[in-house]
């Protein structure tokens, strides 16, 4: 049986908030002055929920993933995935973008943090970037191990760069 999202957990359940959603990220982007990575861009949306973020890229030709634990009903026009966070079943480094929001909310999702970034380092293209839509957050030492911070100087930076492998 195919369970419906709560609002709590299903943080872009309209085209509206989807759309302000990516807009944030790609001004965010260019802000730091990495446009090169919006050019034919390869998105995941890991926690996507519903999946109107994936689908609201998707309208706009950029080809963008949604993987969510959660069994949900079919939403025409989204990539819809049903994994665990921490077992991707992707290729390793498919992704230009993965942009995560509500997966880090330890009181939604308590999972093993580290072991859920070393999985999204393995499925980010090199210098790919790792979009954080979440008001909890791994720990800044965690995220520097595998990314370099692209917007310093905020409270909760959101955008973090893969390093290359040494």
Not at 121 to 128: D, E, N
């Amino acid at each position: 049986m195919r369970e419906k999202l709560n609002n709590v957990e299903n943080l872009t359940e309209n085209s509206e908030v989807a759309q302000n959603i990516w807009r944030y990220v790609v001004n965010s982007i260019k802000r730091v002055g990495r446009e090169d990575i919006l050019e034919n861009p390869i998105v995941l949306d890991l926690g996507g929920g519903m999946g109107e973020f994936s689908k609201n890229l998707n309208k706009q030709g950029i080809n963008c993933v949604s993987l969510d634990i959660q069994d949900l009903e079919p939403n025409p026009g989204v990539n819809q995935v049903i994994a665990r966070a921490q077992k991707m079943p992707f290729a390793s480094e498919s992704f230009n973008i993965v942009h995560e929001r509500g997966v880090f909310d330890k009181k939604l999702y308590p999972n093993d943090v580290l072991s859920l970034l070393l999985e999204i380092v393995r499925v980010l293209k090199p210098k790919g970037i790792l979009s954080i839509y979440d008001a909890d957050h791994p720990e800044k030492e965690d995220l520097e191990k595998h990314f370099n911070i692209l917007n310093p100087g905020k409270e909760y930076p959101t955008l973090w760069e893969k390093k290359l492998e040494e």
